[in-house]
């Protein structure tokens, strides 16, 4: 059996540091776009094991001639996938895919007037659109819709998903429970006992999977999982809270002497917004409290402290979302498929690191 490719092999082939490698391969960190793609082509080369799928088609070979008609990937989604978003690097890998096949990506934003009467977006053309990529969008009604136009919809995370209710349609996902368990089991080493969760369940299939997973390695682990510990909504006063009125409900629900030890959050920027609550309160992260959060953000590093948290493999998401789209596109009737990547825990300051 061939020895396990490693970072440092990889390094030693390119004479390059491991650090280097390491930066590329988890897309952390600053690096010349041509040193980026050296390395990441050298790690597929060399079969390491996260970037054997680095592309899904050749890119020697001849460049396939586009569909004679349908040939547009839709990006559908209901907000800005800025640059601090998982998804910027994705959808990257993503469109370079998809032009290797000979399909090209447009992106629609759908604003509210269009949810609320589940209405396309202007810019979209049917005769154009082979398939459906739909990128945050949790409202269930307007996901339903897109599922009955008769075109291949892949959901990269979803609205909630929980028995009864399911979309015709693929689904991929980042892997949320493994690492929440493995993290929760650590703080407990560390005598952390009392661990509280942050974030709203119900907003997308994602949070709710990572909201389960804190309850099940609670209940797993023998901690008390209470439910003042748990902040799982939002205001419901106003229709769509932003980041200062959610900071606004968190102010109120953490005004209390009472509180847990370590706050795990839905994401990173639900963390962010925790840990300016806290500091207007005179709490400390991480002397008075322990904070983590998840997504592992360009944010997440530079933030005093640094945030503890999952690290999301946007490379890999993007590859699956251009297998499971292209396949169900060739394969209509396949069966409907759901999808988790792995991701990585990440220990820094906010949990004393």
């Known amino acids: 059996m061939a020895e396990r490719v490693t970072i440092q092999d990889i390094a030693d082939a390119l004479g390059v540091s491991r650090n280097t490698v390491s930066k590329a391969i988890n897309n952390t960190g600053l690096l010349a776009d041509a040193t980026r793609e050296r390395i990441l082509q050298k790690a597929a080369d060399m079969g390491y094991k996260q970037f054997s799928y680095l592309s899904f088609t050749n890119p020697k070979s001849s460049r396939p001639e586009p569909p004679m008609e349908k ?46 009467e589940l209405q396309l977006p202007l810019s979209y053309n049917k005769e154009k659109t082979a398939g459906f990529l739909c990128l945050e969008m949790f409202h269930r009604d307007y996901a339903s819709m897109l599922c009955g136009l008769g075109i291949p919809v892949l959901f990269v995370d979803s609205p909630v998903i929980v028995p009864g209710i399911s979309f015709k349609a693929d689904c991929l996902y980042m892997e949320n429970q493994n690492n929440i368990f493995a993290l929760i089991r650590e703080l407990a080493k560390r005598g952390k006992k009392r661990i509280g969760f942050i974030g709203e369940c119900m907003h997308c299939h994602s949070f709710f999977e990572r909201y389960m997973a804190y309850r099940n390695a609670m209940h797993l682990l023998g901690l008390p999982c209470l439910e003042q510990d748990c902040i799982i909504s939002n205001r419901t006063d106003i229709k769509n809270p932003q980041s200062h009125d959610y900071q606004e409900y968190l102010a109120k629900c953490l005004n209390r002497d009472d509180m847990p030890e370590v706050f795990l959050c839905a994401n990173d920027f639900v963390a962010l917004d925790t840990l300016k609550v806290l500091r207007d309160m005179g709490v400390s992260v991480p002397d008075d409290i322990w904070l983590c959060g998840f997504d592992d953000s360009p944010e997440s590093k530079v933030v005093t402290p640094a945030l503890t948290t999952i690290h999301i493999h946007s490379q890999i998401m993007g590859f699956s979302a251009v297998h499971l789209l292209m396949s169900r596109m060739k394969q209509p009737s396949l069966n409907f498929r759901t999808m988790h990547t792995e991701t990585s825990l990440i220990y820094r300051e906010s949990t004393g690191d």
Do not use: P, W
Request: net charge negative.
């Open 71 to 116: 040939n547009d990937i839709a990006l559908i989604s209901t907000g800005f996938i800025g640059s601090s978003h998982f998804a910027s690097t994705m959808l990257d890998k993503f469109q370079r895919e998809i032009s290797l096949l000979g399909y090209s990506l447009s992106m629609h934003q759908v604003c509210e007037d269009e949810l609320e």
